[in-house]
């Protein structure tokens, strides 16, 4: 086992095997804090590792880093933050697996764009901050905003496993308000209970259909989801007012306003909806060859990306991105994050394998 004290240069240079230099590389992004909006000390320390390596590299500013070759054809993209640590820092390498906080998310997924661009593969790397923050604080849809990036494929280093994941859902929150008339709970007739109205409604909600979509081969789920709720102000009190949290994940092919609008026919017969925050989705890239090369090279066939993730950014500013890493969606964000080694070198020999075609 390898202890959590972050590995300096020399010692990750001096890990011959492909493998476990990607772990060393790993536990050593790992065990430099960056949560979210702390992400400066992470981007220097990349800046400095390909600078090293002799590799050209642009500072854009904000914590985002673009690294290789103006002329590369794939960029690869990854951001530098993570969810706060629960305890899981300073990470670890005990058998098969680097443990640690953003070992999935995607600490993983960095040391594979850095390894990569240290080999001299043809290739552009950006690193970029904020992304586990809500979509409107992102340091990426900014630099996109400032400096357009034309690629013939961004490959988006999300955890996938290793799978090709095309597209992502649309993502919409909400605050569901229920109106009713608080009084004494000793005789609740007199008053309307606010929690009635929103059991009402939340069963409601469960009760609509909300068929899948399909791209080609590709089908994306919608679903909408209760995932707060609160009310009541005493215990002998019928609470007046009672609101819910309404989280709404909806085709690809659906505008912001079309979504907003099919939420509220949902919920505004129960009560008021007031939407705190909207992101597009994005639609697979069609007739991509570098997308198709990517599939083939990872032996999986593609699949839809049940979430939302920074593709949709890259669609918006019409550059083509799928979603490719080497993390366990199953781990990401987790107390006991990990990423398989294993994992970390298959995904460096699929990339190697396409860019180098």
């Not at 040391?111 to 904020?130: D, H, I, S, T």
Request: aromatic share 4%; proline share 7%; net charge negative.
């Amino acid at each position: 086992m390898i202890g959590g004290s972050r590995l300096s240069e020399a010692i990750v240079r001096r890990v011959g095997d492909l493998a476990q230099r990607l772990a060393a590389r790993t536990l050593e992004l790992i065990d430099i804090p960056s949560e979210s909006r702390d992400e400066a000390r992470a981007a220097g320390h990349v800046a400095e590792v390909l600078l090293a390596g002799g590799v050209a590299v642009r500072d854009l500013g904000d914590t985002c880093i673009l690294a290789g070759g103006d002329d590369a054809p794939v960029l690869l993209a990854g951001h530098l933050d993570t969810v706060p640590s629960q305890g899981n820092r300073p990470g670890r390498i005990d058998g098969d697996r680097v443990h640690g906080l953003g070992a999935s998310d995607m600490k993983g997924a960095v040391a594979v764009m850095l390894e990569l661009a240290l080999a001299g593969a043809p290739v552009r790397c950006l690193f970029f901050g904020r992304e586990e923050l809500p979509a409107h604080e992102s340091a990426l849809a900014p630099l996109l905003a400032r400096e357009p990036i034309a690629a013939g494929l961004v490959v988006m280093m999300e955890p996938t496993s290793n799978e090709l994941h095309a597209g992502c859902l649309g993502n919409i929150n909400a605050t569901w308000t229920f109106h009713g008339r608080s009084g004494h709970s000793a005789r609740p007739w007199l008053a309307d209970n606010a929690i009635e109205r929103a059991a009402a409604g939340v069963l409601a909600l469960a009760a609509v259909d909300l068929p899948p979509r399909s791209f080609g081969a590709l089908e994306y789920r919608q679903v909408v989801s209760i995932t707060g709720i609160e009310g009541g102000i005493a215990k002998n009190v019928i609470p007046g007012e009672a609101r819910a949290n309404v989280n709404y994940r909806f085709d690809p092919s659906l505008s912001p306003d079309e979504a907003t609008a099919l939420l509220r026919g949902w919920c505004e017969p129960h009560g008021s909806i007031e939407v705190t925050g909207c992101t597009p989705g994005a639609p697979p890239p069609e007739d991509n060859p570098l997308a198709a090369a990517l599939a083939a090279a990872s032996g999986v066939p593609m699949a839809p990306k049940q979430a939302w993730t920074p593709v949709a950014e890259l669609a918006a500013a019409g550059v083509d991105a799928v979603n490719f890493g080497p993390g366990d969606p199953a781990y990401a964000h987790r107390a006991d994050e990990r990423v398989a080694i294993e994992a970390l070198a298959r995904c460096h020999q699929v990339l190697a394998e396409v860019l180098c075609a």
